[in-house]
Nanobody, 123 residues
Framework: VQLQASGGGLVQPGGSLRLSCATS????????IGWFRQAPGKEREGVSC??????YYADSVKGRFIISRDNVNDAVYLQMNDLKPEDSAIYYC???????????????????WGKGTQVTVSS
C-alpha cells in the first residue's frame, strides 16, 4: 500500500486549496482514507475520513472542508475552503481496513501513512 499526498501550498485567509491523495495497492471500497494534520507544537489531529457509506469531519473544519473519493483513479481529495491561519499544518493522508473506521479516524490508528504536504494560510 502506498499513499502520496499533494496539493499543499501558501494561500491567503479565506482562500481555497484542494489536496489529493493518490493511492496504490488497495481497493478503496474496503479501506478508510483519512486526512490528518499536525502543526508545530501540536498533536496530530484527524481532519476528515471517508469510507464507502460515510464521512467524518472534525468540528474545526465542518462546513468548510469536503472529502471525496474517486474509485476509478484510486484517489481521495480534500477540498478546503475558507481557510484560516489555524489550518496551517502538514497534512497527511492515511489508510487502513475500514473495520472500526471511525475510531481509527478519531485516534489516528491507521497502518499506512503517506508523506505530508505543507499547507500555510497567511496574509
Amino acid at each position: 500500500v502506498q499513499l502520496q499526498a499533494s496539493g499543499g501550498g501558501l494561500v491567503q485567509p479565506g482562500g481555497s486549496l484542494r489536496l489529493s491523495c493518490a493511492t496504490s495497492g488497495l481497493n478503496l471500497e474496503n479501506y478508510v482514507i483519512g486526512w490528518f494534520r499536525q502543526a508545530p507544537g501540536k498533536e496530530r489531529e484527524g481532519v476528515s475520513c471517508i469510507v464507502t457509506s460515510a464521512t467524518y469531519y472534525a468540528d474545526s473544519v465542518k462546513g468548510r472542508f469536503i472529502i471525496s473519493r474517486d474509485n476509478v483513479n484510486d484517489a481521495v481529495y480534500l477540498q478546503m475552503n475558507d481557510l484560516k491561519p489555524e489550518d496551517s499544518a502538514i497534512y497527511y493522508c492515511a489508510t487502513d481496513r475500514s473495520e472500526n473506521w471511525y475510531s481509527k479516524c478519531l485516534y489516528g490508528g491507521m497502518n499506512y501513512w503517506g508523506k505530508g504536504t505543507q499547507v500555510t494560510v497567511s496574509s
